[in-house]
């Protein structure tokens, strides 16, 4: 990525460059045109030769960061459609403010209970049933 911000960087700044180069070409037609001096055939030549290659440089410069900006908005576009559509995945919270170990300790309780066939009482499976509960009847319950 850092490769790509740097190519766009080099590029845009090239183009700009280029436009800038364009401008000062004009800018000398214009003193050649204009100023003191003699204005014969060859000198009129040039600058009809700068003003046509200040011109170019202006369109080139000015078509090359648009097109630029096209496709760095065009890459946003499509990285921020590929976030929307990635599944959001989400980290499942211990339950009543349990730390992670506490959780995987009640888990590890929960299945040798399990595997003996005895119910434990606050255990993982009944603490989220009554949660649930809980959430089914409202922000009441919570008050009690």
Do not use: H, W
Request: proline share 5%; net charge negative; charged share 25%.
């Amino acid at each position: 990525m850092q490769n790509k911000n740097n190519d766009y960087g080099n590029r845009k700044f090239s183009y700009s460059i280029r436009a800038l180069a364009g401008v000062y070409l004009l800018y000398l037609t214009y003193d050649a045109v204009t100023g003191a001096g003699e204005k014969t055939g060859p000198v009129l030549l040039f600058a009809l030769l700068f003003a046509v290659c200040g011109v170019l440089l202006i369109v080139n410069g000015t078509m090359g960061l648009s097109r630029l900006e096209k496709q760095s908005r065009e890459a946003l576009r499509k990285q921020q459609e590929a976030e929307a559509q990635e599944p959001e995945t989400t980290i499942a919270q211990p339950v009543n403010g349990d730390t992670p170990a506490e959780t995987d300790t009640q888990a590890e309780g929960d299945a040798q209970a399990k595997a003996e066939g005895k119910p434990q009482p606050g255990s993982i499976a009944e603490r989220l049933k009554a949660a649930e509960e809980r959430r089914a009847l409202g922000p009441e319950a919570g008050e009690e």
